[in-house]
């Protein structure tokens, strides 16, 4: 039987005296402070990083959720709102969604907490708009990775998708190497349909898809 990763998320915000919500009226689920001092080594996660494929059917544990989601996006420097990851001029453009069997959540740096953006399991139609590929229905979360680019235009004009792009490969290496050393596995995917992704997952009209990072536990 599959328990519901949402009733742990809501239990998890409870201990932790956040509030949260269901659905279309969710205010934001509080997930577990991350670890900064973890088993493995970063020179162990580099050599053991690989890409997985093929995923147990295992939901993720908010704890591990919240690794993953800080190590992309966390903020590492409360008082000047840094992050895991560099950007060009701290403009921030990336946003960050979750896309489990419950749902798709947007990861809110500030709070360090998930807010639901739709409802219900999406994972098979996503696949199907990312060239079919199994890793993406399978795995028991997608990371998925976006942009907002005309923040970082403001400033950097028409090196601003460059820099985007940059940083979303900086904040898809973190995941990984975050994964590997929680013993899950990832892998990147750049090969989809950007502008049916985007539908499917219901994203404002100002995000642009860039990268899709299927995280689970490896199938042996």
């Not at 992309?72 to 896309?99: C, D, H, K």
């Amino acid at each position: 039987m599959r328990v519901s990763t949402h009733g742990v998320y809501c239990v998890a915000a409870a201990m932790a005296g956040i509030g949260g919500g269901a659905g279309g009226t969710d205010v934001g689920r509080g997930l577990p402070a991350p670890v900064l001092t973890g088993a493995m080594s970063l020179e162990e996660a580099i050599a053991a990083r690989r890409s997985v494929r093929e995923f147990e059917n295992t939901p993720l544990t908010p704890k591990q959720v919240s690794q993953l989601c800080w190590a992309g996006q966390g903020i590492t420097e409360p008082g000047r709102g840094y992050r895991a990851s560099p950007s060009a001029g701290a403009l921030f453009p990336i946003e960050l969604y979750v896309v489990t069997a419950e749902g798709v959540d947007h990861y809110e740096p500030r709070g360090h907490r998930l807010e639901r953006h739709v409802s219900g399991d999406l994972r098979q139609a996503l696949q199907a708009v990312s060239l079919h590929q199994d890793a993406v229905g399978q795995a028991p979360a997608c990371m998925v990775i976006t942009a907002v680019v005309k923040r970082t235009a403001r400033k950097y004009g028409d090196r601003a998708e460059r820099y985007c792009f940059m940083e979303a490969g900086h904040i898809a290496q973190n995941i990984l190497l975050q994964a590997t050393a929680l013993h899950l596995g990832g892998v990147p995917i750049g090969a989809f349909e950007d502008k049916q992704v985007a539908t499917v997952l219901k994203l404002p009209k100002d995000h642009r898809v860039l990268y899709l990072v299927p995280v689970g536990r490896a199938r042996m």
